[in-house]
């Protein structure tokens, strides 16, 4: 791994058509040909079409429904708060699951009754996870344990619960040892995952975690090369990933976030050789993951 050392912290290597790559970032160049100067991002939505993607058999739906399931112990991806209606038994609910670490978001009824398709509400709805997820430090240990490199994807704030299926599906084929979600800003580990990852889901471990910043921190001490998936990097199969290596991929609008992009050794890229100057993050995941799995398992870039 002393190559390694060559490009650490130096993502200067134009990849791809004009000199850049990108797997997902959206380019504000493109819009009027200045570089956007305001250092913002485009807003996240929470909401697709006005509703949560999430599958209706995982919504649980009322105050008693909610609070049974807040008892059960059952890990719940989120929780939707009538704005405005914090009494009675829902103050309760709401202060549990923010004590949980449970993303909690008030919206209006109108979102609700969407959601709720008919049902009586009560103002108050969870989303519970398809599956238990698992912590990272238990993430690690197995695959340290496995004897294999260890390779795991961060997926970071990807909304789109067709794309995080695919990118699972990616995971599982190419062997990595886990997926790293973060709690907000993101899909969960609903139906409609599940059925895009085509089984992949029953396979691999899944982490969700409240800050992802953190998470890369504690993987770099326990020695993980981080890679982030972005424009301007080196070409992904000219990169040494044959080592602990974490890859991010980034949301479908806005790419890794610039923290995460600070804290990676590497920012990898694909070349461009078409019109359109980016490929789909589900695409992008298998590119960079299967090329890193190649490495690992032949020891050669």
Same mark, same amino acid.
């Not at 990616?170 to 993101?186: Q, T």
């Not at 000219?238 to 080592?243: I, V």
């Given at each position: 791994?002393?190559?390694?050392?060559?490009?650490?912290? /130096?993502? $200067?290597? !134009? *990849? !791809?058509? /004009? !000199?850049? $790559?990108?797997?997902?970032?959206? @380019?504000?160049?493109?819009k009027d040909g200045n570089e956007r100067t305001d250092g913002g991002e485009k807003p996240r939505a929470s909401f697709r079409d006005g509703i949560p993607q999430t599958d209706p058999d995982q919504l649980v739906i009322g105050r008693n429904a909610v609070? =049974? %399931?807040?008892?059960?112990?059952? @890990?719940?991806?989120?929780?939707?708060?009538?704005?405005?209606?914090r009494v009675g038994s829902l103050i309760q609910i709401v202060g549990e699951a923010i004590g949980r670490g449970i993303p909690v978001a008030e919206v209006e009824a109108s979102k609700l009754d969407a959601m709720a398709g008919g049902l009586p509400h009560q103002g108050v709805i969870a989303s519970a996870a398809l599956k238990q997820y698992i912590t990272v430090e238990e993430m690690v240990e197995a695959a340290k344990a496995s004897g =294999?490199?260890?390779?795991?994807?961060?997926? @970071?704030? +990807?909304?789109d619960p067709q794309n995080l $299926?695919?990118?699972?599906?990616? *995971? =599982? #084929?190419?062997? *990595?040892? !886990? &997926?790293?979600?973060?709690?907000?800003?993101? &899909?969960?580990?609903?139906? +409609? &995952? $599940?059925?895009?990852?085509?089984?992949?889901?029953?396979? +691999?471990?899944?982490?969700?975690?409240?800050?992802?910043?953190?998470?890369?921190?504690?993987l770099k001490k326990e020695g993980f090369w981080i890679f982030a998936a972005e424009a301007g990097g080196q070409t992904y199969y000219?990169? @040494?990933?044959? #080592?602990a290596a974490a890859i991010i991929l980034g949301s479908e609008g806005n790419g890794v976030s610039r923290l995460l992009l600070d804290k990676s050794d590497a920012i990898v890229s694909i070349p461009?050789?078409?019109?359109?100057?980016?490929?789909? &993050?589900?695409?992008?995941?298998? +590119?960079? %993951? /299967? =090329?890193?799995?190649?490495q690992q398992r032949t020891g050669t870039k």
């Open positions: 791994m002393e190559e390694k050392k060559q490009y650490r912290k /130096n993502p $200067g290597y !134009g *990849a !791809g058509k /004009n !000199g850049t $790559g990108n797997t997902g970032r959206y @380019d504000y160049r493109k609070s =049974e %399931l807040l008892k059960s112990g059952r @890990d719940i991806d989120k929780l939707w708060v009538k704005k405005g209606e =294999e490199k260890p390779l795991i994807l961060i997926a @970071d704030c +990807v909304e $299926g695919a990118m699972i599906r990616v *995971a =599982e #084929c190419c062997g *990595a040892h !886990g &997926v790293i979600l973060p709690k907000r800003h993101a &899909v969960g580990l609903t139906g +409609v &995952v $599940g059925k895009a990852s085509a089984g992949a889901l029953e396979h +691999v471990p899944v982490a969700k975690v409240p800050n992802l910043a953190q998470t890369v921190d504690y000219e990169c @040494d990933m044959n #080592c461009m050789y078409g019109q359109i100057n980016s490929l789909n &993050v589900s695409c992008a995941t298998a +590119v960079i %993951l /299967n =090329e890193a799995a190649r």
